[in-house]
């Protein structure tokens, strides 16, 4: 079959708000050379999605609603499983390759229905299920642990962003189907350096969801450490998530309601205009696969500090084009935002890092890897 007649399926689980830019990125690319795409998917973003003006792009709604409480959520996530398998079978004849992108790769039953329909299966994976159950232990989470390793055994590629995640994530068994693609790229027009670092006000941002796998809680810890020995600083935390409750108890309790700014979440038109206020970005995650806020930060002349897990160690040399920290600790962390932002070429790295996200980060590239994927399957 050649590519150009390729139908490509492409499912994800409901979205929020973080995930909805990565999608429109992947939808983009896909549409560029697939006859016809046709996307299931739910949540926050199908109201957006709907408006965008794609071509030959097919739009499956599937209705989900979050609950905490861990029945009723097992029950919602079997329903949503059993509504993906049923658009599956009815697009069998429509689709010749599925992609589950996002999170969507613990679908059990979606992915042994595409199986049995002897389709042509991709797992576009951008975090381990494995790793982020680490930090939040659950009964829920550990069966999306074994699914998601049944899956990997079903599937016919497994597509990571970096070659560090195989080693990292435990999928040594898979090498010989893993590939490495993302869909990152960034407008270069939006994303771009309007104010110098010389001209921005000595603040230190945190931006992301507010969850364990993220760290944020070690870099709110860090934040009295790093005032000890810059008492001229502030700080902004963007984002939302199940801790900011714990983060705002902490930020009261040490009195620090003067320093750090909780910004809620940023929605992405804005995030320009506040990556040009920051000096620094802090990213102090535990597991992370290629982190755009950091790609976006680098194109708007912000130095980047994070830890060395995922796609990072890609982007980011110490000293380079980015700072890189050995751990999260909260020493660590207030050792190294010091360290950088005293370093004496902090407006020369941040002209690197945006150098670097100009060569490598295009929609070009990313459409050349991913059709150069298909071909292969």
């Given amino acids: 079959m050649k590519e150009r007649e390729q139908n490509i399926g492409i499912v994800t689980k409901p979205i929020g708000k973080a995930g909805l830019n990565p999608l429109l990125h992947f939808i983009g690319i896909i549409c560029s050379f697939s006859s016809f795409t046709y996307i299931i998917t739910g949540g926050e973003g199908i109201s957006v999605l709907r408006r965008k003006n794609y071509q030959n792009v097919h739009l499956l709604e599937i209705p989900y609603k979050y609950r905490s409480n861990i029945c009723v959520r097992t029950i919602n996530h079997v329903l949503m499983q059993l509504r ?34 002897q389709k042509k299966i991709i797992f576009a994976v951008a975090a381990s299920l494995t790793k982020s159950a680490e930090a939040n232990k659950t009964i829920f989470n550990k069966a999306l642990i074994y699914s998601e390793a049944i899956n990997f055994k079903l599937s016919d590629r497994i597509v990571l962003y970096s070659s560090n995640l195989i080693k990292e994530w435990n999928l040594e068994k898979y090498k010989d189907k893993i590939l490495i693609a993302h869909e990152h790229f960034l407008d270069f027009n939006k994303f771009e350096i309007k104010k110098k670092l010389s001209e921005r006000n000595n603040l230190v941002g945190y931006i992301g969801r507010l969850s364990e796998e993220k760290g944020v809680l070690n870099f709110v810890r860090a934040i009295p450490e790093i005032l000890k020995e810059r008492n001229d600083m502030e700080f902004l935390i963007g984002g939302d998530g199940q801790l900011r409750g714990e983060i705002e108890k902490y930020i009261s309790g040490k009195n620090l309601n003067d320093k750090v700014k909780l910004a809620g979440w940023i ?17 102090p995650s535990f597991t992370e696969g290629l982190p755009n806020v950091m790609l976006e930060a680098m194109a708007c002349g912000t130095p980047v500090l994070a830890t060395p897990v995922g796609g990072v160690p890609d982007v980011i040399k110490d000293g380079e084009t980015g700072f890189i920290m050995e751990d999260n600790s909260p020493e660590c962390i207030a050792r190294n935002v010091i360290r950088a932002l005293n370093h004496p070429n902090l407006e020369g790295i941040a002209e690197n890092a945006r150098a670097l996200v100009e060569r490598k980060f295009t929609f070009e590239k990313a459409v050349e890897r991913w059709r150069e994927i298909l071909s292969r399957l």
């Fill in 84 to 117: 993906i398998s049923l658009k599956l079978v009815k697009l069998k004849r429509m689709v010749d390759v599925w992609i589950f992108f996002l999170d969507s790769h613990a679908l059990l039953l979606p992915v042994l229905i595409a199986k049995l329909l």
């Fill in 267 to 283: 929605p992405h038109e804005n995030l320009p205009d506040c990556l040009n206020e920051l000096k620094l970005v802090v990213l």
